[in-house]
Structure formats: C-alpha cells, structure tokens
C-alpha cells in the first residue's frame, strides 16, 4: 500500500519569491511524499505496520491510539524498540506521553494519539512518522540481520588472522585447573 500525503500552502500566503514561470501555473502547488512501507488495512479500518524486525505496530485512527506488539519472544531488546518508538512519536508531538502504558496483550504497549486541532489528515500523519522512525532503525537492523547471517560462518571458517593451524601453539605439560596424581578431599584420600 502506497501513501501519498500532499501538503499545501495555505491560500492566503504567498510564496516570497517564484521564478516567472512557477508565477504562471495554477496557485495550488501541490508535493506529494512516497514511502514503502509494509502495511495493511484491518476490518476496522485500522492500519498495520510490519516492517520493524522485532515489533508489528498499529495505528487506530478510530480509537486515537498506536499500540505495539512483539514479534517473537518478549525481551529487553523487543522493549527497547517499542520505548525508542514511544520516545519518538512522543518528541515530535503525535502521541501524549503521559498515555504510554502496557498494553491489554503480553508484551503490547499502547499510547493515545493527541487531538489534532486543524482538519489534518492524522492516520497519513501517524503513518508517516513511524515510517520515518522505521527509517532511523533500518541500519542497526540491517547490521545484526547482516551478524545473524554470518555468525555460523565466522565460528565455523575463521579468517586466518582468527585462527590458529594444529601445533602451531605449543602444549603445556600440565593442562587445565585440576591437578594430576592422587585426589585429596577433605577427610582424607579417594
């Protein structure tokens, strides 16, 4: 799904300087701002966000509120993600930070959306900051996807300046914590 979301000057301002030819076209100048994202409309018209890797996130325009919900197991991690979330819906002015709260599902957390005082188009609002939050996200995402992939390898195949060949380290004639000979507990000899 594709959001376009037009903003426009208002008809009693006009611009401080426009090129001859701008002066000549229609005076509603309209920009359009594309993102994609991966979402989809529910029954009740709310919509849902999949593209962060730990969190599925939701926006109720019906309800006025943004909940979030973890993808896998609950974690530290998975909280960390929904509070940077809430800490930036809250810093640019879309949801009340004192309605931060958990949410009624295990591991969900939810917040209400603030009371727009203009006609302004609050779902495409909403939708377009986490998009932009996503954004912010998507190179540490990327990097420990990028990690996950290769772990296996790197423990398995070694660069050369990670790796030892066989004798190459000497052994020591004694090895390990334990020592050799007869065992000694207290009381008396095994």
């Known amino acids: 799904m594709t959001i376009k979301i037009s903003i426009q000057q208002p008809e009693d301002e006009t611009p401080l300087e426009q090129p001859e030819s701008q002066s000549q076209a229609p005076s509603t100048p309209k ?29 109720s325009t019906t309800k006025m509120k943004v909940l979030s919900f973890t993808k896998g197991d609950y974690s530290d991690h998975v909280y960390a993600a929904q509070n940077r979330l809430f800490e930036f819906l809250a810093k640019k002015g879309i949801i009340d930070p004192a309605t931060i709260k958990g949410g009624q599902v295990y591991g969900s957390i939810e917040a209400t959306i603030l009371k727009p005082v203009d006609n ?50 000497p ?13 000694r507990y207290v009381g008396g000899m095994w």
Do not use: A, C
Request: charged residues 35%; aromatic residues 6%.
């Open 120 to 169: 302004i188009p609050v779902d495409q609002i909403v939708i377009l900051n986490i998009g932009k939050w996503i954004e912010e996200e998507r190179p540490q995402m990327e990097f420990e996807k990028h990690y996950e992939e290769h772990f296996e390898e790197y423990l398995t195949d070694p660069d050369d300046e990670d790796s030892t060949e066989l004798g190459e380290v």
């Open 31 to 59: 920009s359009t701002l594309k993102m994609k994202m991966n979402l989809r409309r529910s029954l009740d018209g709310s919509t849902m966000i999949f593209d962060h890797k730990d969190i599925d996130i939701i926006v």
């Open 171 to 183: 052994q020591e004639e004694e090895q390990g914590t334990i020592p050799k000979g007869p065992r």
